[in-house]
């Protein structure tokens, strides 16, 4: 006791007649440099973790609700093009952006497509890449808004889903074993997988990462992939459809094929003969090769699956011996076929010299002025000796055929 007494006389004497030295004052503020410094670094630590965790946590979220928005797409398609970058290039509503990369073509029951594709990021999106979505537009409940759903003009164009996707190019073995990328150019931050090796398949693996590069000095990443089924839970899928780009259709599975003749109204000038017409079937398959059929009325025959059909409208005879054909092959300037599907609309087109209308004509199937077909159902509209407006003798009726499929 008696030695603490004398220190404190002693710090109490020493603090009245000279203060601190200048050792203890550097000593006392190196002491408190550490003391502060240690947690300030400490502060800063947590920051930082705070920082790349909600980073994390939005990069999670985004990739989450990507993927799960496409997978609800993919559940409502009809099937999934198992190639890509052809799908796209048989798309004649759709063209790809330069330095854009085609992951996933959908098809949908009306013939159209919707198309999932990687692009490097524009402003004011981040990292280095984006996915973008080409398709019909929803409604306020989530559904194809049937107004615009066969009106590609009217879609949403450069939708982008996503941005800091990992542009990492894609090692195939991400992919189960035994599949394959549906484009070769795919990333680590954008993939799907098929394992058919036909021309569409309705399961599909879907791979989605996302990386926020320098984040407090280091990367985020985070990645999820899931399994898909192109409308396996719906029994419609059992029903054959046509797949159709433009007047171009394919059959996607082995079908029964029934083409029928609804009309003819080619004449030699108006109120002169009629000049007969018939149709011409080109049956493309992939096993049994190639085979034309002259069609004057209906023809009912079994296809393969992956057949392409070809159709021409010929007209020859009558008292002008004039002669015409046009082809569903070829892309007219200006258009001379139609391909109508449930849906579209009906041509508003008068009849030269008062002949039958195309309403006339295909009355059975139209509903609220539109066509209204099965999904397995296609009708054609051919024009064959006439240009459009000022010629009155462009009405788009000189042939009309419905084309139907049936599964055997």
């Not at 550490?34 to 800063?44: P, Q």
């Not at 994390?56 to 997978?71: A, P, Q």
């Not at 699956?305 to 010929?314: E, M, N, P």
Request: charged share 15%; net charge negative.
């Amino acid at each position: 006791m008696k030695f603490f007494t004398n220190f404190l006389k002693f710090c109490t004497k020493r603090s009245r007649t000279k203060g601190f030295t200048l050792a203890e004052l550097l000593i006392a503020a190196s002491l408190t440099s550490v003391v502060v410094s240690g947690a300030g670094l400490g502060l800063l630590t947590m920051l930082q973790q705070d920082i790349k965790s909600r980073a994390t946590s939005t990069l999670s979220h985004d990739i989450n609700r990507s993927v799960e928005f496409i997978s609800q797409e993919i559940r409502m398609a009809r099937d999934i093009k198992t190639n890509a970058a052809t799908a796209v290039s048989q798309i004649k509503d759709f063209t790809l952006p330069t330095g854009a990369t085609p992951i996933l073509v959908l098809s949908l029951n009306n013939g159209k497509n919707v198309v999932y594709y990687s692009q490097p990021a524009p402003q004011p999106w981040g990292g280095e890449q984006v996915v973008v979505r080409w398709g019909p537009n929803f409604d306020q409940d989530g559904q194809y808004d049937q107004a615009t759903l066969d009106q590609p003009a009217q879609w949403a164009k450069n939708a982008v889903l996503m941005d800091f996707i990992n542009d990492t190019p894609l090692d195939s073995s991400q992919c189960p074993q035994g599949w394959q990328p549906t484009h070769a150019n795919a990333t680590e931050g954008f993939y799907a997988c098929v394992s058919a090796t036909e021309e569409t398949t309705r399961l599909v693996t879907l791979g989605m990462g996302g990386i926020t590069h320098h984040v407090v000095g280091s990367d985020t990443d985070y990645a999820v992939a899931t399994t898909a089924f192109a409308r396996s839970d719906n029994p419609a899928s059992s029903v054959a459809r046509f797949n159709c780009q433009g007047n171009d259709c394919t059959i996607p599975d082995q079908s029964t094929l029934t083409i029928d003749i609804l009309g003819t109204q080619l004449t030699c000038g108006a109120g002169g003969d009629p000049i007969p017409v018939y149709t011409q079937v080109g049956i493309n398959q992939p096993k049994a090769g190639s085979q034309n059929t002259v069609v004057s009325s209906s023809l009912t025959m079994q296809v393969e699956a992956g057949t392409t059909i070809d159709l021409y409208a010929v007209a020859s005879g009558g008292s002008c011996k004039h002669s015409y054909s046009v082809t569903t092959k070829l892309d007219y300037t200006p258009v001379r076929v139609y391909a109508l599907l449930n849906g579209s609309e009906v041509p508003n087109i008068q009849p030269f010299a008062n002949q039958n209308s195309i309403n006339n004509i295909i009355k059975p199937y139209i509903e609220n002025g539109k066509v209204k077909l099965s999904d397995n159902q296609v009708i054609y509209l051919f024009e064959l000796g006439s240009k459009p407006s000022p010629d009155p003798a462009f009405d788009v009726q000189d042939l009309v055929i419905l084309a139907s499929l049936k599964k055997p």
